[in-house]
T-cell receptor, first 114, second 112 residues
Framework: SAVISQKPSRDICQRGTSLTIQCQVDSQVTMMFWYRQQPGQSLTLIATANQGSEATYESGFVIDKFPISRPNLTFSTLTVSNMSPEDSSIYLC???????????FGPGTRLTVT | KNEVEQSPQNLTAQEGEFITINCSYSVGISALHWLQQHPGGGIVSLFMLSSGKKKHGRLIATINIQEKHSSLHITASHPRDSAVYICAAPAYSGGGADGLTFGKGTHLIIQP
């Protein structure tokens, strides 16, 4: 199975600032996704990171707030822009190696906005 | 978009008990996922199944595609099984490699 790393693992940020989260996979993968888990809640899909093109966002998430890049088949970034305390969450990336395989999750980035 | 319902939300049991967690979803799918999340936040994929039954150690997952229902069973439960168990389905119909939509999770505590 794919080994996924995320940086940073946690951060405390001030409101109004931006944070970029990196997701690195040890092998080329077909699909990469970004999820958010707000405190006490289950996970919510933010977007599908598309290699070489704009990400596909779910309802309620917009590119200006959560710009995503995926320059190749092993790396993606998610930026949380103009942060507010409501953005305090765990952000996770996940990957699918091919259409028949399971989805693997990174360790997550725990973000606190003060 | 798929909606996933999971029950119970909380479950406390004694060591050795047989555990069942149920999941239902609204849109026909190609495969359903069962995940485990430990207090540190890490998520582990337990099963991806599209039909019938799968078994891994003391964990068994079943799915009924026609009824859009799946169950996760734990036999001879142990305190180390204490975790949050999450059912997840592709957010949109079909989509073997779609992003997922998740149930609220079942917080399981196994007491010694």
């Amino acid at each position: 199975s794919a080994v996924i790393s995320q940086k940073p693992s946690r951060d405390i940020c001030q409101r109004g600032t931006s944070l970029t989260i990196q997701c690195q996979v040890d092998s080329q993968v077909t699909m990469m996704f970004w999820y958010r888990q707000q405190p006490g809640q289950s996970l919510t899909l933010i977007a599908t990171a598309n290699q070489g093109s704009e990400a596909t966002y779910e309802s309620g998430f917009v590119i200006d707030k959560f710009p995503i890049s995926r320059p190749n088949l092993t790396f993606s970034t998610l930026t949380v822009s103009n942060m507010s305390p409501e953005d305090s969450s765990i952000y996770l990336c996940s990957v699918v190696e091919d259409r028949e395989s399971e989805q693997y999750f990174g360790p997550g980035t725990r973000l606190t906005v003060t | 978009k798929n909606e996933v319902e999971q029950s119970p939300q909380n479950l406390t049991a004694q060591e050795g008990e047989f555990i069942t967690i149920n999941c239902s979803y609204s849109v026909g799918i190609s495969a359903l996922h069962w995940l485990q999340q430990h207090p540190g936040g890490g998520i582990v994929s337990l099963f991806m199944l599209s039909s019938g039954k799968k078994k891994h150690g003391r964990l068994i997952a079943t799915i009924n595609i026609q009824e859009k229902h799946s169950s996760l069973h734990i036999t001879a439960s142990h305190p180390r099984d204490s975790a949050v168990y999450i059912c997840a389905a592709p957010a949109y119909s079909g989509g073997g490699a779609d992003g997922l939509t998740f149930g609220k999770g079942t917080h399981l505590i196994i007491q010694p």
